[in-house]
């Protein structure tokens, strides 16, 4: 059976979709069904059609571009009646499987990065994560989101202010993983004026239960009411919950177990040796990926 020149290119692009569905979705489950939506219409081409094409990567890539644009602008509509907050499907290091399926985790991926490109509009986080990101030229980010180049390097610069105004003085990465290790062990022992001092006093934690499982569906502002919050809880899973280092989206975070099942992931920022930002995700649709 001829598999038809080329074929292996083809397939040699899924890992480089794979990572790009995910930064321009937020969600591995989604950026999966991206990617096999573009195989899928590659596959749907003649013989003769798929041969006149002179690059199948580039092919691919603004095929799968211009369907995450489409998913985008859907999601964002669907998100507005989401149960509490949305935040984006948090990615293990090492997901099992096929390496072709597995995300490249650098600081494009970070929580704190794709919560900023949250805040984008479509055809912005299209613009900024192909050229930015993936170093796409704007004449090809132009086929892709349908505008001219000169609109797309407006749409980039855009968002690059907004990743600019939102970035903290992160903190290397050993001394991330010392502070959530810190936070780890007062969280265990219901350390209460530990988990304060190692939490910043404008602190925020956020949750995403999706309405399938319990979460505060409001923001929890302050370090100290965040602190407080989670010695109750602790209280509350006491002999129920085990919780575990784990790198999450690059970063150092933690996960919760509960008899095997990884039931919640925390991701973290730290800036100036303080946590900023607690990320809680909850909603089951979001951690199949955690499931060793």
């Not at 090809?140 to 855009?158: D, K, N, Y």
Request: proline letters at 6%.
């Amino acid at each position: 059976m001829s598999t038809g020149p080329g074929l292996d290119a083809v397939m040699s692009e899924r890992r480089q979709l794979l990572n790009l569905a995910y930064r321009l979705l937020g969600s591995l489950t989604e950026a999966e069904d991206a990617v096999q939506e573009t195989y899928a219409r590659w596959y749907a081409l003649t013989r003769e059609q798929q041969d006149a094409i002179v690059s199948p990567g580039a092919w691919l890539t603004t095929v799968a571009g211009r369907i995450c644009l489409t998913v985008l602008g859907s999601a964002r509509v669907r998100r507005e009646t989401y149960v509490g907050d949305w935040i984006p499907e948090p990615v293990p290091e090492s997901p099992g499987g096929d390496p072709a399926d597995r995300v490249t985790l650098d600081e494009s991926v970070s929580m704190a990065f794709l919560v900023v490109l949250e805040a984008m509009t479509p055809a912005e986080r299209v613009a900024f994560i192909l050229h930015d990101v993936f170093c796409h030229s704007f004449a090809e980010v132009a086929e892709i989101v349908g505008r001219t180049p000169g609109a797309c390097r407006q749409l980039a610069s855009s968002a690059r202010r907004r990743v600019r105004a939102a970035q903290s003085p992160a903190s290397p990465p050993p001394r991330q993983a010392e502070i959530v290790r810190e936070f780890k062990r007062a969280w265990e022992t219901q350390d209460l004026a530990t988990l304060i001092g190692l939490l910043d006093p404008t602190a925020t934690a956020i949750a995403d239960g999706g309405g399938r499982a319990v979460a505060f569906l409001d923001p929890i502002e302050g370090g100290e009411r965040i602190a407080r919050v989670w010695v109750e809880l602790a209280r509350r899973v006491a002999g129920t919950m085990t919780f575990q280092e784990r790198t999450v989206n690059g970063q150092p975070g933690l996960v919760a177990r509960q008899d095997g099942t990884v039931v919640s992931v925390y991701a973290f920022e730290v800036a100036d040796d303080r946590i900023k930002r607690i990320w809680v995700v909850r909603n089951p649709e979001k951690l199949r990926h955690w499931t060793d």
